[in-house]
């Protein structure tokens, strides 16, 4: 079921309030997608009480989908974090005698220096990897652009949840399990709130695997991608709105 619908007083019916209504057409709900339509969805929380509404912004959760951007983000996400701790060890480093297996002419046999080079056992490897940082430069406004369609992408789906806030009464990892099951076709759940985690949701969430939680700070491309459900606090996405429409520094 989409929990989304357009900011358009001619298909609301009397759903939305006059404050969040516009007079210019905008995406309704059996439209395409990435049309920077604003779109209206329900508040809730984790005990399926209606707390409202909120307005998402067009730009930032109805844009074009573009699966090159996002594969660009994902492999800079990826190969930034890589260790590259990688290493081997070359004739000088690998241990072994340095004398002269036999002398260079008369024996018959092959001319050898070292009984550490590459084609004998134990010997040295040459042009092996040897530590270093994979990461490299992706431009900033592909980075937003890829965080934009993401977040577009689990709003066309209807997997984009706005909570009023992210409070558990205690740290039980039973009142997360009971409050998720009842996520219609839910796997694996992303829940992002505006600011610090609360220690009783850390510790509540710590045990299942299918559930993960970062601050909207920490929102990122690739963990969007690897949860097929994505909960939001109302200040999670203020915050998200705010950051990408700020200007980026050059």
Known sequence: MRRFCSLDSHESGGLIPPELLR???VLRPDSDIGKYA???????NFHCEDKGLMVLAGDVFDVPIRKDIVQRVVR???AKRQQGTHSTKTISEVSGTGRKAYPQK?????RHGSLRAPQFRHGATMHGPKPRSHAFKL???VR????????SARTAEGKLIVFEDLEVPSHKTKNIVNYLAQLENTRKVLLVDG?????KLKLATRNLQYVNVLPSIGLNVYSILLHDTLVMTQDAVSRI??????????
């Open 23 to 25: 007079n210019k057409t």
């Open 195 to 199: 600011g610090p985690i609360d220690d």
């Open 106 to 110: 008369g024996t018959g046999r092959a």
């Open 38 to 44: 604003d779109l209206v969805t329900r508040v809730t």
């Open 241 to 250: 709105v705010e950051r990408m429409h700020t200007p980026i520094n050059r």
């Open 144 to 151: 937003r652009l890829g965080l934009k369609i993401a977040l």
């Open 76 to 78: 800079w996400q990826l």
């Open 139 to 141: 431009q900033k406004k």
